[in-house]
């Protein structure tokens, strides 16, 4: 039975940049110097961790939680979508917004606690300016008016 080690540089010797073992060649490299570092905007290079944006404050582009936990039904005219909460959620701290095959719903319990629901991509086209949202107990309860009726047998189209 050959040596594995001998056997890997043997392949490579063979195959060259075409051996399935290239990436595993051992590397002439006497010292550190000799090696070639390359940085640039999405290379990790290692090193100590560096600070690329600081937000003072919440706002549109801040970071936030995404929620992931909802369940939906299909009706005959509209698809609802229930959101369940932790806590009870009041009307100022809710805001929906509703495209033709779209919606957001953004939840600001305060200014550091910010949660989204973003669909991006229904499964058919829901009709904006008749679709809304209703706060239950612990719960928000999404309306999606169908621009056309007929059944829903997903959400998102993917």
């Known amino acids: 039975m050959s040596d594995p080690a001998n056997a890997l540089i043997e392949n490579i010797q063979k195959k060259g940049e075409n051996s399935y073992y290239y990436a ?11 090696a070639k570092v ?23 582009s801040s970071p936030f939680a995404i929620i992931r936990n ?4 299909d009706g005959d005219g509209k698809v609802t979508v229930y959101v369940p909460f ?6 100022s701290q809710v805001r929906c917004e509703f495209e033709s095959k779209s919606f957001c719903l953004t939840y600001m319990k305060n200014e550091a606690d910010v949660k989204k ?5 229904l499964y058919k086209e829901i009709d904006p300016n008749n679709s809304r ?26």
Do not use: C, M, Q
């Open 24 to 34: 595993h060649a051992p590397r002439n490299i006497d010292s550190f110097e000799e």
């Open 38 to 60: 390359v940085t640039g905007d999405g290379i990790v290079t290692g090193g100590p961790p560096v600070l690329i944006k600081r937000h003072d404050s919440v706002t549109e």
């Open 70 to 73: 909802y369940s939906w039904a």
């Open 86 to 91: 932790e806590e009870d959620v009041e009307e």
């Open 117 to 121: 629901l973003v669909i991006k991509k």
């Open 133 to 158: 949202f209703r706060i239950r107990t612990n719960k928000v309860v999404i309306h999606l008016t169908k621009l056309v009726s007929g059944s829903w047998y997903k959400l998102v189209d993917n």
